[in-house]
């Protein structure tokens, strides 16, 4: 989060007064076409001014702002928003190793379609963006939603931001008992040490010395106890292990970081 910030207070003024141009520009146009009293205010016009200028204190407003907005509503639930960036990393990892940058393209969200030699995407605008050889940064986000984002300016290295994929809340269990009750056993633990860095049911049967049906019974457990993420990829699934499944395997989970 700091050298994010930092990277927002370095901002060239030039880049600040040409993006702030183009929000004021939208703003206009929402005041045209939005019912009376919903456009922008004269207050947010109030306060992109200095910041289109450069100013430090105008700028240090923001990073304020900022680290406050990310310590409410982000800290409490990375955990969970780690979990999840994991995931989506060991698969397409894991998609990399199988087949190369095709299968790594191929395996990307169903908003995005991999047809050699452009990845077409679900976008708001009609665009076209060119590499030239510079290649392409993906980052998957928990935050982007819907369609992917690409950076407005194309002189800027591409990069694809893609939503991640958001699992549905596990189904309760037929046990009553809290999820956590039933993880005691060196079987479970021993499960949970296979999934390692993330692997299939089969190679987690496998690594662990249980049957098929005995390994993706103790991954449902798991991850009804908040310790396993599992994604499905291509026909089969990936199991990866949430901070809470990390720490609890390190022995280094302390009470408060457990609830």
């Known amino acids: ?3 994010g910030l930092e990277a927002v207070r370095a901002t060239a003024t030039e880049r600040l007064r040409a993006e702030l141009a183009l929000l004021a520009a939208s703003h206009r146009q929402s005041d045209r076409t939005a019912p009376q009293g919903c456009g922008a205010s004269t207050q947010q016009r109030r306060h992109a001014a200095p910041l289109a200028g450069g100013r430090g204190d105008a700028l240090a407003l923001l990073a304020g702002a900022l680290r406050g907005y990310h310590r409410a509503a982000v800290e409490p639930y990375w955990p969970h928003i780690q ?3 994991e995931a989506d990393r060991a698969a397409r990892g894991r998609a990399l190793l199988d087949g190369g940058a095709d299968e790594l393209l191929a395996s990307l969200p169903p908003m995005l379609r991999w047809r050699p030699p452009v990845l077409e995407a679900d976008y708001p605008v ?6 030239r050889g510079r290649g392409l940064l993906l980052q998957p986000s928990f935050f982007c939603r819907g369609t992917p984002v690409v950076y407005r300016d194309p002189q800027l290295p591409p990069v694809l931001v893609y939503p991640v994929t958001h699992a ?4 309760p269990a037929d046990d009553p008992g809290p999820p956590l009750g039933r993880l005691v056993g060196q ?9 390692g860095g993330g692997c299939t049911t089969s190679e987690l049967a496998r690594r662990a010395g249980v049957s098929l049906a005995s390994a993706s019974q103790h991954a449902c457990v798991l991850r009804e106890a908040g310790l396993v993420v599992t994604l499905r990829h291509g026909n089969s699934v990936l199991h990866t292990l949430t901070p809470l499944g990390a720490a609890l395997l390190r022995g280094g989970a302390t009470a408060e ?3």
């Open 126 to 131: 009609d665009r076209d963006l060119y590499l």
């Open 187 to 195: 079987t479970r633990s021993t499960v949970l040490a296979a999934i």
């Open 1 to 3: 989060m700091e050298a």
């Open 168 to 171: 549905d809340a596990p189904a």
């Open 83 to 85: 979990s999840r960036i």
């Open 257 to 259: 970081s457990l609830q």
